[in-house]
């Protein structure tokens, strides 16, 4: 375990490296540079929280696993009051305190985690009931995914709601139960999307890219060429042309782009392995983790991590239509930074106690050894 967490830290460290580099270049020749004295800042933030989340015993959590997600709901809450929050293209996701800015969301999402992890671990042995296994974790469920769908931020509806059925299944509950929900909220979506035109010129620009290069897929289009222009190795570090007004965001969800465009598939490719390093870490860390709170906590946070990475990638490149998620650890945001590193340290956490467990273990069975009878 030891091995796996070194890995886990070397790649997300790798990554924190990347995203700032990556950051100083796709900010050439921009008006606005506070980013780029904020993003060390969150970053060093994100980094403490990481330790203090890596050395601080994680079974605390179960104590105040509902006084966190209560406050998560509320803030979330919070963004529909005007006054506070702060709009983006018509998104009310932001909330303004003392001049910063925090997406609640981004808590919203390790609260659940925190939360789902410790019921299924209290009512492990009842999971595979409906009760248990489906009604009780839609009324916990059911407030994040309604506050945050209501920004609206379709995107981090389906992240959540993606890692809280994943984290159901894990901890017994039935598949049986839980897909009706799933094709019933599936629907819902279905009648959402063809009712808004936004998010159905999104999956229109996405099936037929060349006809609407100039409109709602105007941004995919141009990361695409970006990508595309960088071969095999780039056009090199800071040289990349996109990034002046071509493509739009270049900084955060579409950071993706100006590494494919400056650096080449090299790079694209040794991010993409770094994630599934990262992937493969944190469910090895799952698996042996010490009890079924720690391994559904590892669970979630792994596939969370692994999920946005992968939407963010997918939209970047055309394979998924536009979700407006960041790209954990490289795009520019505090909340989600910060968030990140936050699960980061948990993991750690978790692997962490698994070897203390694994140490004891062995320890008492040398002892018992040597007091056997030769």
């Not at 839980?178 to 063809?194: F, N, Q, T």
């Not at 956490?349 to 069975?365: F, G, I, P, Q, Y």
Request: glycine share 10%.
């Amino acid at each position: 375990m030891r091995v796996v967490s070194t890995l886990l830290f070397f790649c997300v460290v790798a990554l924190l490296a990347l995203g700032m580099v990556m950051l100083f270049s796709a900010s050439t020749g921009q008006a606005g540079t506070r980013h780029l004295i904020m993003q060390p800042v969150w970053c060093a933030l994100g980094l403490v929280v990481c330790w203090i989340m890596a050395v601080w015993d994680y079974r605390w959590l179960r104590k105040v696993a509902w006084l966190v997600l209560a406050l998560a709901v509320i803030l979330l809450g919070l963004v529909l009051v005007p006054g506070v929050t702060k709009s983006i293209n018509g998104a009310h996701r932001w909330l303004v305190v003392g001049g910063f800015t925090f997406q609640p969301s981004e808590l919203a999402k390790i609260a659940l985690i925190i939360a789902l992890a410790h019921y299924a671990d209290r009512y492990q042995l009842q999971m595979p009931t409906f009760r248990h296994g489906l009604l009780v974790p839609l009324v916990i469920i059911a407030p994040v995914l309604a506050l945050i769908f209501v920004e609206p931020d379709v995107g981090t509806t389906l992240v959540v709601a993606a890692v809280s059925g994943v984290m159901l299944l894990i901890a017994g509950a039935r598949a049986t139960y839980l897909a009706p929900p799933a094709m019933a909220a599936g629907l819902g979506l279905s009648v959402y999307i063809l009712n808004n035109p936004t998010r159905l010129h999104r999956i229109l620009s996405f099936l037929y890219p060349e006809e609407h290069k100039e409109g709602f897929g105007y941004q995919v289009y141009q990361s695409i060429v970006a990508i595309g222009s960088g071969g095999l190795t780039g056009v090199g570090l800071g040289d990349g042309r996109q990034k002046f007004g071509f493509v739009p965001e270049q900084h955060t969800d579409f950071i993706f782009s100006v590494i494919g465009e400056e650096l080449g598939l090299v790079a694209t490719v040794a991010v993409v392995a770094a994630f599934l390093v990262i992937l493969i870490c944190g469910v090895v860390i799952a698996w042996r983790a010490r009890e079924t709170f720690g391994m559904l906590l590892a669970s979630g946070i792994t596939f969370l991590i692994g999920m946005q990475a992968a939407i963010n990638i997918g939209v970047v490149t055309g394979s998924l239509p536009n979700k407006g998620l960041s790209l954990p650890f490289i795009s520019y945001g505090g909340s989600n930074l910060v968030l990140m590193l936050a699960c980061v340290g948990l993991l750690l956490n978790v692997a962490r106690h698994a070897d203390e467990a694994e140490d004891l273990l062995t320890s008492t069975a040398a002892s018992s050894a040597s007091l056997q009878p030769s």
